[in-house]
Nanobody
Framework: QVQVVESGGGLVQPGGSLRLSCAASGSIFALNDVGWYRQAPGKQRELVAGITLGGHTNYADSVKGRFTISRDNAKSTVYLQMNSLKPEDTAVYYC?????????WGQGTQVTVSS
C-alpha cells in the first residue's frame, strides 16, 4: 500500500525557517515527480514547488528565492526548505507524489507563521 507522509510543520516566527519532509513508500515503481502544495483557510490549494525524477525544479513566484525543494531518491523522500517565512505562508502543506501513472496525496502538515 502506497503511503505519502509529510512531516516538519509547526509554529515559527516571521523570518524563521522550517524544513518539511515527504516520505513516500509502498509502490513497485520508483518515486517520480513530486509537488508541494499548500492550502490556506478559504483559499484554493496551490502549487508551491515541484521536482522531477531528474531533479528539475519549479517554484511559485511567491516563494522563489525563499523555498528550496530537493530529493533523496535512495530514501524516496522529498524536502522543502522554507526560509524567510512570512505570515502569508501559513497553510496546510501537502505532498503530491507520482509513482508510475498514479498520483497520491499525503495528509498534510500545518505551517503557521506568527509572532
Amino acid at each position: 500500500q502506497v503511503q505519502v507522509v509529510e512531516s516538519g510543520g509547526g509554529l515559527v516566527q516571521p523570518g524563521g525557517s522550517l524544513r518539511l519532509s515527504c516520505a513516500a513508500s509502498g509502490s513497485i515503481f520508483a518515486l517520480n515527480d513530486v509537488g508541494w502544495y499548500r492550502q490556506a483557510p478559504g483559499k484554493q490549494r496551490e502549487l508551491v514547488a515541484g521536482i522531477t525524477l531528474g531533479g528539475h525544479t519549479n517554484y511559485a513566484d511567491s516563494v522563489k528565492g525563499r523555498f528550496t525543494i530537493s530529493r533523496d531518491n535512495a530514501k524516496s523522500t522529498v524536502y522543502l526548505q522554507m526560509n524567510s517565512l512570512k505570515p502569508e505562508d501559513t497553510a496546510v502543506y501537502y505532498c503530491n507524489a507520482r509513482f508510475g501513472v498514479a498520483v497520491y496525496w499525503g495528509q498534510g502538515t500545518q505551517v503557521t507563521v506568527s509572532s
